[in-house]
């Protein structure tokens, strides 16, 4: 089966979810432009868009529509070359309101699991459940006469546990998508030991028609990303619980100190509390709880995110794409005020902001913001000059940013020596294209 | 054409900023003022220069495409909106795409000049950022022969002076070429800082020239031999000008000395369904600048500041070369020797022009006499340049669509 037939039908499983409609709206472009090829004018493409959720499909059909504006928008040149041929397309209105319909037009809404039998590629982005993915997994195949392949968008549950307890025998692989999947160029690429080559091969080439950044990782609970995220916020919060205890201040006020240094001293688009609240405290902590059956000499999970969640607050976004409130809690965006976990209400950041200020110490003249960083020529230099003046300072802030570029390094170098990573330049592309961090965590700033 | 049987002015011109981005105040994603804004805040400044609207005899409204970027058509019905006493007064609108503002100027001036008006509000006016850039090319697209669009580009106007660009690079030299071009741009970004309507007035880049010598023309991302900084930007602006008798001037009260006297004047038109017959020459400017002059009876070294329809730096360069200024194939040289620059041989486009001012097509024409009236009477604040008394004459150039409709106006101070 040629790349092309592959791509002839389609199903997506969980495509109302966020990373779900995501991976669908990449796919139907995918295979509408694949059908606007001359040769493939009489073929047909199908992408099922399945899930449990009628009002989600709606939604999602609309969120399809708006996107598909974006991407035509984006290529009307070549979409003008494409409909040479329709004399009725005259303007880029009539060819973009035209290629929207094309690309809808491929995409099947449907709550029913069978349409999924006619599929010779799944793709699934259900919740992180593995008995519910298995379920799935093994009753497609059970049913199907095309012997489907899985790629699975799992950020944590092994590949193999899914590959053996489905009996799918090398047809198995894991495409992780960052979130959004629009947006963001890397996909974290996790084979079994049994995946066949032709399996992955078909991967690569999706990937690379999709112009993703691929980055293959071993087959180890959380993988790259959620193996250095989930370590990397749970020193955050230990450091915020430390600090609170040290200088004997609320912890509210520790969590603002600790998410001030990671974004203005490492360098990062966003601190790590606001990281979390982004993903979700909820999020977060079933990540862990998939993560930390598979390492028996680590403990992956922290009681400050259990705490957030027995008081009912869990962050993550809203379906318009804003933030809702976590540890911290957010104003057009922008944090304005901190969780108190022992009174349970939000404090005012004008409160006590200036004096969690004057307890870090100032920047020096040398920082610098992640914004600049984006396309600075010299940003080795910069963030080097800026990372060794902090090695000097005595200011609280100054030392705790050392520290944590440090465990930064050493999760890296962990991912490398346990094999999750087959190299640490790998741990570094994930963190710049998958978290947008403006230099790799295994780096010799902080030595 | 035979020397003007009537002297004619113009005075109390007035721009509203040139909104797009660029300007610090412009947000694509919040609401912002419309047509009717406008309209009336041109027209009251313009009113409030020349006594009030008692005055005026009639208007006329210089735009483009209301109808599709604002689905709005009638213009002369917003006319009394400005001021009630316009009211059961002549309004009309004139449409020539780009060249619309020089239009609704040849209007007022044909009005004064056949004695029906002593005084004539003339506005000119676009919004174009009401649709995203793409769909706007399609808009502005209906300023060529609309059986070419569907072989034309995305970007339909930059497809179109691309392909100018692109024989001009192949004739006289791409590197050459380029460098007129940056200069030309340089300028613009130069001179628009000196104007706060300006939609480049906040620009602070430290080195324009650089930065457009180093973007390269790339057709994969836009088209094949212009870089966006070759281009004008998307622009929601108006300007009003009065164009009067002498009668007119008497009756408003304002001295020769502050208005500027049309000397002499031309349109021009060329065949919409022809392409240009040599895509590196211009043949309607031209055209249009030669009988201006003439009915002027001034020669092109007795000018001492053009504004010229840059819709695009290639624009520019072809039109310094159909002026003769310099010979064939030497405008880009010409340009890049800063002979174009406000302190250059021939100072062009004083407030930014069309790249740095702002491109509100209809209203282009327009704010170009008001640049001239400003220049030749000591109004253009810090963007004045010194106008010396052996070449005491200005010039407009407005065209619309390409090379296709043109008004050419030589004033000197009243």
Known sequence: MTYEERLQNVSVLGAAGKMGSGILLLTAVEMADLKMKPENKDKSFVLNAIDVSPAGLSGLMKYLQAQVRKVAEKKTVWLRKM?????????????????IFDVM??????????????????????????????????????????????????????????????????????FHFYNPPAVQRLVELITTGKTKEEVKEFA???????????????????????????????????????????????????????????????????????????????????????????????????????????????????????????FLKYKGGRPVAVWDTHKQEYVELEKFQNECEEMMGSLPDSSVAWKSTLRMKNKEEVLGAFFNDLKQLDTLAAKLAVKYGRRSKAIGEQLFNSKVAHSTDDVNTVMLTGFFHAYGPVNIFFD | MKKLRRKVYMTGGYNTISLGTGRREFNPKK???????????????????????????????????AARFNKQANLPGFVPMIDKKLQWKPAASVEGACGSGGLALTYGIRSVLA??????????????????????????AGAGWYQKRKNGHAYFFPGQFSDRAGVYYEKYGYDRARKGMARWFANAMENARLDPTAQEYHNTNP?????????????????????????????????????????GLERIGIDKKDAVEVMGWAQVIRDITNDPADPAELEAIPRAAKEAMESAGVTIDQIGTIE??????????????????????????????????????????????????????????????????????GKAGNAQINISDDRPYGMTINMGGDDVTVVAIVYKRG
């Open chain 1, 105 to 174: 037009n491929v995409v099947r809404p449907s709550t029913s699991m069978e349409v999924a039998y006619h599929s010779n590629l799944i793709f699934e982005a259900i919740i992180e459940n593995k008995d519910l993915k298995v379920k799935l997994f093994s009753q497609i195949k059970n049913n199907s006469k095309v012997n489907p392949w899985f790629f699975t968008n799992t950020s944590s549950v092994p590949i193999n546990n899914l590959e053996n307890e489905a009996g799918l025998d090398g047809k198995i692989l894991g």
């Open chain 2, 31 to 65: 609401p912002r003022p419309g047509l009717e804004h406008y309209i009336s805040e041109a027209g009251k400044a313009v009113l409030e220069k020349i006594g009030g609207a008692d005055n005026v005899d009639e208007s006329v409204i210089g735009n483009f495409m």
């Open chain 1, 83 to 99: 409909y040479a041929d329709r004399d009725d397309l005259v303007e880029n209105y009539d060819i973009i309101d035209e290629y």
């Open chain 2, 207 to 247: 080195d324009p020239y650089g930065l457009a010598l180093k973007m390269k023309p790339n057709g994969a991302a836009f088209v094949d031999h212009l870089s966006v900084l070759d281009c004008s930007k998307v622009s929601d602006g108006a300007s009003g000008i009065a164009i009067c008798s002498e009668e």
């Open chain 2, 308 to 377: 010229t329809h840059d819709c695009f730096s290639i624009a520019g360069i072809l039109a310094v070369e159909g002026l003769g200024l310099a010979a064939k194939g030497e405008g880009a040289d010409w340009v890049d020797a800063g002979n174009t620059a406000r302190d250059g041989y021939m100072p062009m486009n004083t407030t930014g022009g069309l790249i740095g001012w702002g491109h509100p097509t209809g209203a282009t024409g327009v704010h170009q006499a008001v640049t001239i009236w400003q220049q030749l009477t």
């Open chain 2, 115 to 140: 004695e029906i008006a002593d005084v004539v509000l003339t506005l000119g006016v676009e919004v174009q950022n009401t649709v995203k850039a793409i769909y706007g090319a399609d808009i502005l």
């Open chain 1, 204 to 326: 690569l080439e999706y990937a690379k028609k999709l112009k993703k950044v691929i980055v293959p990782s071993n087959d180890h609970a959380g993988f790259i990303g959620n193996g250095h995220f989930m370590r990397d916020a749970m020193h955050g919060m230990d450091e915020a619980e430390a600090l609170a205890a040290e200088k004997n201040i609320p912890l509210y006020k520790a969590i603002y100190i600790i998410n001030k240094v990671t974004q203005d001293y490492l360098v990062r688009p966003m601190g790590i509390f606001q990281l979390i609240d982004y993903v979700g405290v909820d999020v977060v902590s079933f990540i862990m709880s998939v993560m930390n059956p598979h390492h028996e000499d680590e403990e992956i999970s922290h009681k400050m995110l259990d705490k957030m969640l027995e008081q009912g607050v869990k962050g993550g976004q809203h379906s318009s794409g804003a933030q809702k409130d976590g």
